[in-house]
């Protein structure tokens, strides 16, 4: 590691290390020794700061507040709100960037490009241009020293877990921490995103009603991203105008094709489903974005979603053990498998129910916080359970994706798109198709 990375990570310590550090004390205080606090005031305090700093401990934020008692309750509710809002970076640094990255005369290699940014997030920031043959791209920046800033950010997040373990030993955060890890360390790659943008416009072809970037590879680095510019209103921006029904189902159902598409047909996923990364068309299709945490899952891992679907659907205990022996669960009980049953019930439950319905048909905004509370209690009370790397982005983008269907609340057959997809699957014939999609696109391995 050079002078100026060690420095870097030394500040970045410094900075979130108090604030980690401290919430995390005072959660202890209030689990071991009865201490209360203001657990909502110490949640927005990190919440504004995770946001200020722009970096991957926002984006593991938002991830952890999907994930069922990775985080207490006050906690998860303050860092859901974390979107791509953190503020963008002046025009200083967007010159030193473009010029570490397509030399001194960079200027000269568009037609027009913005000063301000057009959308700031976690790991960079976006600014729209045109090419000189008129296509009209945006340029995605990486924030200076990433890199340094990922790691210090993952040793505060290693600490974080470990105290809150240490309290609540129900959900072993080992292999969690692992995937969110390997992850981060894979999105600061912009090459590597570009190869999966391609992924993304490969596998989603037919499907006329999400659309794709496409990569500019003579202007994108492993720093800087260059995509064409697709037109596009945020998903919230247009929810506020109350569109009709009709509107909500259409692009609940785009919405539902761009993520389940690419995992029941290819073996993949896009493991960030929040709000910042969907845009909505005048036509009420979607525009997919972000695809820095893509997951590729073996032929064999997604024959054991399925496998769970149909256990619940039928309730076939045997069947439902054997298809978390296939996930990776290990050393599970019949008690804790009841348990963890709970949770896949309320998951697989509108996939189930063949009608048109809404998502959940329960007006309560916390009964999802609920199931996941005596989940929670129901593995505590069995001796905890180490959830597998491949759960991680699985339930993640289940979570994430069902509150954004909330939010729409949208009205469609769940259960006639869910078995349309896994129709007259099989296995070989998705490992094929998923090499030779990610060999045109060239993907490289996971490291």
């Given at each position: 590691?050079?002078?100026?990375?060690?420095?870097?990570?030394?500040?970045?310590?410094?900075?979130?290390s108090?604030?980690?550090?401290?919430?995390?004390?005072r959660?202890a205080?209030?689990?071991?020794?009865g201490?209360?606090?203001?657990?909502?005031?110490?949640?927005?305090?990190?919440?504004?700061?995770?946001?200020?700093?722009?970096?991957?401990?926002?984006?593991?934020?938002?991830?952890?507040?999907?994930?069922?008692?990775?985080?207490?309750?006050?906690?998860?509710?303050?860092?859901?709100?974390?979107?791509s809002?953190?503020?963008?970076?002046?025009?200083?640094?967007?010159?030193?960037?473009?010029?570490?990255?397509?030399?001194?005369?960079?200027?000269?290699?568009?037609?027009?490009?913005?000063?301000?940014?057009?959308?700031?997030?976690s790991?960079?920031?976006?600014?729209?241009?045109?090419?000189?043959?008129?296509?009209?791209?945006?340029?995605?920046?990486?924030?200076?020293?990433?890199?340094?800033?990922?790691?210090?950010?993952?040793?505060?997040?290693?600490?974080?877990?470990?105290?809150?373990?240490?309290?609540?030993?129900?959900?072993?955060?080992?292999?969690?921490?692992?995937?969110?890890?390997?992850?981060?360390?894979?999105?600061?790659?912009?090459?590597?995103?570009?190869?999966?943008?391609?992924?993304?416009?490969?596998?989603?072809?037919?499907?006329?009603?999400?659309?794709?970037?496409?990569?500019?590879?003579?202007?994108?680095?492993?720093?800087?991203?260059?995509?064409?510019?697709?037109?596009?209103?945020?998903?919230?921006?247009?929810?506020?105008?109350?569109?009709?029904?009709?509107?909500?189902?259409?692009?609940?159902?785009?919405?539902?094709?761009?993520?389940?598409?690419?995992?029941?047909?290819?073996?993949?996923?896009h493991?960030?489903?929040?709000?910042?990364?969907?845009?909505?068309?005048?036509?009420?299709?979607?525009?997919?974005?972000?695809?820095?945490?893509?997951?590729?899952?073996?032929?064999?891992?997604?024959r054991?979603?399925?496998?769970?679907?149909?256990?619940?659907?039928?309730?076939?205990?045997?069947?439902?053990?054997?298809?978390?022996?296939?996930?990776?669960?290990?050393?599970?009980?019949?008690?804790?498998?009841?348990?963890?049953?709970?949770?896949?019930?309320?998951?697989?439950?509108?996939?189930?129910?063949?009608?048109?319905?809404?998502?959940?048909?329960?007006?309560?905004?916390?009964?999802?916080?609920?199931?996941?509370?005596?989940?929670?209690?129901?593995?505590?009370?069995?001796?905890?359970?180490?959830?597998?790397?491949?759960?991680?982005?699985?339930?993640?983008?289940?979570?994430?994706?069902?509150?954004?269907?909330l939010?729409?609340?949208?009205?469609?057959?769940?259960?006639r798109?869910?078995?349309?997809?896994?129709?007259?699957?099989?296995?070989?014939?998705?490992?094929?198709?998923?090499?030779?999609?990610?060999?045109?696109?060239?993907?490289?391995?996971a490291?």
């Amino acid at each position: 590691m050079s002078g100026s990375n060690i420095f870097g990570e030394i500040r970045r310590m410094a900075r979130t290390s108090g604030a980690v550090g401290g919430i995390a004390a005072r959660v202890a205080g209030a689990r071991v020794f009865g201490i209360q606090t203001d657990k909502s005031a110490h949640a927005q305090d990190l919440r504004t700061i995770l946001g200020g700093l722009k970096g991957p401990l926002m984006k593991v934020a938002q991830f952890l507040s999907t994930v069922p008692d990775a985080l207490p309750a006050e906690y998860a509710a303050e860092l859901a709100q974390l979107q791509s809002n953190a503020p963008a970076m002046g025009w200083a640094f967007v010159r030193r960037r473009m010029a570490s990255e397509l030399g001194p005369d960079w200027q000269s290699r568009f037609t027009t490009f913005g000063h301000e940014a057009a959308a700031a997030a976690s790991l960079g920031q976006v600014h729209r241009a045109t090419l000189p043959d008129g296509t009209d791209v945006a340029c995605k920046l990486q924030y200076p020293d990433m890199p340094s800033t990922v790691e210090a950010d993952l040793r505060q997040l290693r600490l974080a877990m470990a105290i809150y373990h240490r309290m609540d030993n129900a959900i072993q955060h080992e292999e969690i921490y692992k995937e969110l890890a390997e992850r981060l360390r894979e999105e600061l790659d912009y090459e590597r995103e570009a190869a999966q943008m391609r992924l993304y416009g490969l596998m989603l072809a037919a499907h006329p009603t999400v659309h794709v970037p496409r990569p500019i590879p003579a202007y994108s680095t492993k720093r800087l991203l260059t995509m064409t510019w697709l037109d596009g209103r945020p998903l919230m921006q247009r929810l506020a105008e109350d569109p009709p029904q009709e509107e909500r189902n259409r692009m609940a159902e785009a919405l539902f094709r761009a993520w389940y598409v690419p995992f029941y047909h290819f073996g993949v996923i896009h493991g960030d489903p929040h709000l910042g990364n969907y845009q909505v068309r005048a036509d009420a299709s979607v525009n997919l974005l972000d695809f820095g945490a893509i997951r590729v899952f073996p032929a064999k891992f997604v024959r054991g979603v399925i496998d769970l679907f149909e256990a619940v659907r039928d309730h076939d205990d045997d069947r439902a053990h054997h298809a978390y022996e296939t996930w990776g669960f290990t050393d599970l009980s019949r008690e804790k498998m009841d348990v963890l049953n709970m949770w896949a019930r309320f998951l697989y439950e509108p996939l189930i129910d063949d009608r048109v319905r809404r998502i959940s048909e329960t007006d309560d905004p916390m009964f999802g916080r609920e199931v996941a509370e005596r989940v929670h209690a129901g593995l505590k009370r069995t001796g905890g359970v180490k959830p597998p790397r491949e759960f991680v982005l699985m339930d993640r983008s289940a979570i994430g994706l069902g509150g954004v269907f909330l939010r729409l609340r949208a009205e469609l057959n769940w259960s006639r798109l869910f078995n349309e997809l896994i129709a007259d699957f099989d296995e070989q014939r998705l490992a094929d198709r998923q090499a030779a999609a990610l060999a045109e696109a060239g993907v490289p391995p996971a490291t």
